[in-house]
């Protein structure tokens, strides 16, 4: 019945209640294919469309986003738990982001006569035809977003797939796309890993994924078989390094902040926070002088900072990693209780000097936990935040430009923040180095992974 998927239906629960808000049906094998068949043949009308009028489409879709903010804030921060202003703001904040992108993917697909030769050498960028869109629940609307607008915009159409989630926020956002694009330009599949298996699976030309390392490792495993292209933004275990010559308040700040915001569910959250150890007390008087700032609470409260984890797995996890810390020897300073009450809420936690294998300095806690550990000299600083598998973003503090600079560009990492979080300029991408990821997002270089370049060489005539 269910064209070999394991479930009928999402159970769509509010993770600050545990209560059931709707079940969703889950497509079918049949389904799935059906959606991709119409996405492929709405493709050649779409592609062959004049690219400033495509943006235009797409610009109007983002316009509705923008007008419906309020109301599409409060689907995701209720079934995703997020605070009510924080989740308007990310689709305020994605809607300003994306607008402005537009003028960049417009730049990105736009043809060249490439100079160099006697003939007459044309370069475009090629869409590529049909891209699977498969996205996580940590910013239900950011994350498809900014892979629709550059996937719609070089001329591509999309099944777009939201984690399970999110149903609901999914379904908004492609219902704001859909009533702006001609039919077939964007499907939208409901379902969990399964559905996206099966995705992958079908008569797709390219997945846009964000998610975990592990299922972007099944992905390309899975997109191999047809040489499907893959753009896959992943996991992380950013490291924020503090020196004692820094300002000891604004890193400690900072720390803590990027370690608790989003009730610690950001790919680029900081996880591991070393500090030097001659002022490893002071920093810990400041992390926890801060920590007092983020109670959790309602998310749909006015001025709740910290709302649940989004799921009971989620929170299982954070409970697996402060339990496995405190056997290995770290102290907790402060949280690592679990609440009584309904709702999968966590206190804000730190855990001081957990050992390098324990399972907070190694795996992704993705949850409400600063932790605190030490180094004694700038070459050990390195050395630990480098021991990982990952490489998306990390951040270091110093009142020495040099060591600034030094310290930086020895970090493996796709981003770097210095005296300040990540991020930045406009038009740069956003991307991780090593196992957080493969090809990435944004700006003009990002734009162009949605497509392939093609020259045509013609001899004078
Ligand atoms: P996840 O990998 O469990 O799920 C992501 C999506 O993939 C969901 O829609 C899920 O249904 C689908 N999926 C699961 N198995 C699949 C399979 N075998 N084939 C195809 N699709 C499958 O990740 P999550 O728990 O939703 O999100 C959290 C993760 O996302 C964290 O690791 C986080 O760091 C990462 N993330 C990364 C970025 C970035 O920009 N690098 C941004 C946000 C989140």
Redesign the pocket.
């Known amino acids: 019945h269910y064209g070999g998927m394991s479930q009928a239906t999402i159970r769509n629960l509010d993770p600050a209640t545990g209560e059931l808000i709707e079940e969703v049906p889950c497509a079918t094998g049949a389904d799935v294919q059906a959606a991709v068949a119409r996405a492929r043949a709405a493709w050649p009308a779409w592609r062959d469309m004049e690219s400033s009028q495509r943006l235009d489409l797409v610009r109007a879709a983002l316009e509705r986003m923008g007008e419906q903010a309020p109301e599409l804030g409060a689907v995701l921060s209720r079934e995703m738990g997020k605070p009510l202003e924080r989740a308007v703001g990310e689709v305020r904040g994605y809607v300003q982001r994306l607008t402005e992108e537009l003028e960049r993917v417009a730049q990105a697909i736009a043809p060249e006569i490439v100079p160099g030769s006697e003939d007459r050498v044309l370069l475009t960028r090629e869409p590529h035809g049909v891209v699977a869109v498969?996205?996580?629940?940590?910013?239900p609307v950011g994350?498809p977003a900014q892979m629709l607008v550059p996937a719609l915009g070089a001329g591509n159409t999309v099944v777009f797939?939201?984690?399970?989630?999110v149903p609901l926020t999914g379904a908004y956002l492609a219902r704001l796309f859909q009533e702006q694009l001609p039919e077939g330009v964007l499907e939208l599949l409901q379902?969990?890993?399964a559905?996206?298996?099966a995705?992958?699976d079908a008569d797709v030309d390219m997945v846009a994924?964000?998610?975990?390392?592990?299922?972007?490792i099944?992905?390309m495993r899975?997109a191999a078989g047809g040489l499907k292209r893959v753009v896959l933004?992943?996991?992380?275990k950013d490291p924020l390094i503090i020196f004692a010559d820094s300002d000891l308040e604004a890193a400690a700040l900072s720390a803590t902040q990027f370690s608790l915001s989003n009730t610690g569910?950001?790919?680029?959250s900081v996880e591991r926070v070393l500090v030097e150890s001659s002022v490893a007390e002071k920093i810990e008087e400041l992390v926890l002088k801060e920590v007092a700032n983020w109670p959790f609470g309602d998310p749909l409260a006015k001025g709740t900072c910290m709302g649940p984890l989004v799921s009971e797995s989620q929170r299982d996890n954070v409970v697996a990693h402060v339990a496995d810390a405190r056997e290995k020897g770290a102290r907790i300073a402060i949280g690592g209780e679990l609440p009584e009450g309904p709702g999968w809420f966590y206190p804000a936690t730190v855990i001081v000097d957990a050992p390098e294998d324990a399972k907070v300095r190694q795996d992704?806690t993705?949850g409400p936990v600063v932790c605190l550990s030490t180094f004694e000299t700038e070459e050990e600083a390195i050395e630990k935040a480098n021991d990982t598998v990952y490489g998306?973003g990390a951040n270091v503090w110093t009142s020495d430009p040099e060591r600034g600079q030094r310290v930086s560009a020895a970090l493996r990492a796709g981003q770097v923040g210095v005296n300040r979080y990540l991020g930045g300029a406009p038009g740069t991408p956003?991307v991780?180095a090593r196992q957080?990821?493969m090809g990435f997002?944004g700006g003009i270089e990002g734009h162009r992974q949605f497509t392939s370049p093609k020259t045509v060489a013609t001899a004078p005539a």
């Open positions: 498969i996205t996580p629940w940590n910013f994350m797939k939201p984690s399970e989630h379902g969990e890993g559905v996206g298996a995705l992958v994924f964000v998610g975990s390392r592990a299922t972007g099944a992905i899975s933004e992943l996991g992380g569910q950001v790919c680029c992704e993705f998306l956003w991780g957080s990821g997002l």
